[in-house]
């Protein structure tokens, strides 16, 4: 450790002071540990930590409901030029509870351009979410078509979330069992998994099946961190009004 005597810094690295913000549960905490990193000089910050030290400044900013710091956060994340595919994803949905949804879409679109290949079948599936929001269903299955060519492990998502769209959209859907099947059968069922079952259920009239399956989904995030609530704020809202309706 450095010597403070010596320096002003208490750590001896700007990575030093990530890790350790990282670690800590009190938000106080992380956003000291995180601007004690950020002032180290400029030449001994690379840029991925710098962004990811802003990073814990935004996250922060979300556990405390702050959406204009939060997005302040989210604009040096992106200047710094580092993870550019994280940061612009992370500014998207904070624009996107802004009920800034034209500008969450651009940054969501230059997430899905900068991602690494093994990411980009995520950023277009989250693309596709932000159309469907905006019940642009053309431009919904235009991203999940793209987010199809990259998929893997997250394929039968997308493909049953693609299902839901069309069927939202008014559009016949075929092999809908198949579809079901697929995606309760993979490692995608849980968590947003259960969400596009139950409201695939819900579009076909079948209340008692998309009651299991919504149960499910608020169950697994009743807990979730403020990020995670902060993306899902929609569909968890959705998904409560179904079950006050229907659930006995």
Known sequence: ??????????????????WRATQASDMQVRVGLAREGLSFPEDELRPSTKMLLFRQLYLAAIHEDDLESALMHADEMVASEAM??????????????????????RDQRAAARRAPVTRRSFHYWCLATLHQHAEDWEAALAAFEKGLRWAKRDRALLEAHRALVGLESGAPVGNLRDVVEGLLSSPNREGYGRYVVGRLYEEVGDHRSAVVHLRAFLHRNASADPAKVLTLRRELARARRFMTRYAS
């Open 1 to 18: 450790m450095v010597s403070i005597e010596n320096s002003s810094f208490l750590f001896e690295s700007p990575e030093e002071c990530l």
């Open 84 to 105: 550019r595919d994280t940061a612009y994803h992370d500014r998207s949905r904070v624009l996107f509870a802004m009920h800034r949804l034209a500008e969450a879409v």
